[in-house]
């Protein structure tokens, strides 16, 4: 089973970015999604999430901003993140639940990918 995020890169504050997550191996059509981002020194901490049945759920510092969705034809979510400021940048990883529902933890998640660097410039 395999989690591979992509699309991160160097963006100006208050541009946008989308990131993918794609799923081999398995599909995660009745699993939870989410996305954490790590920055520098910092502990790993939820950003979005959305459950099997697309239902999201936001970190209130992102509410507003990015949006999760998910693809289960193509087996892939997106965060579309909007609006970033320099405190967005992070490494940002892509999980999968054993279970259908949103969960914040960390711990919560089974599955993890590599993980993708945003960084966004001042």
């Known amino acids: 089973v395999q989690l591979q995020a992509s699309g991160g890169g160097l963006v100006q504050a208050g541009g946008s970015r989308r990131l993918s997550c794609g799923a081999s191996?398995?599909?995660?059509?009745?699993?939870?999604m989410g996305w954490f981002r790590q920055a520098p020194g910092k502990e790993r901490e939820f950003v979005a999430a959305?459950?099997?049945?697309?239902?999201?759920y936001y970190a209130d510092s992102v509410k507003g901003r990015f949006t999760i969705s998910r693809d289960n034809n193509k087996n892939t979510v997106y965060l579309q993140m909007n609006s970033l400021k320099p405190e967005d940048t992070a490494v940002y990883y892509c999980?999968?639940?054993?279970?259908?529902?949103?969960?914040?933890?960390?711990?919560?998640?089974?599955?993890w990918g590599q993980g993708t660097q945003v960084t966004v410039s001042s």
């Open positions: 999980a999968a639940r054993s279970g259908g529902t949103v969960r914040t933890g960390v711990d919560e998640y089974a599955y």
């Open positions: 959305i459950s099997w049945v697309s239902t999201p």
């Open positions: 191996g398995r599909t995660f059509m009745g699993n939870a």
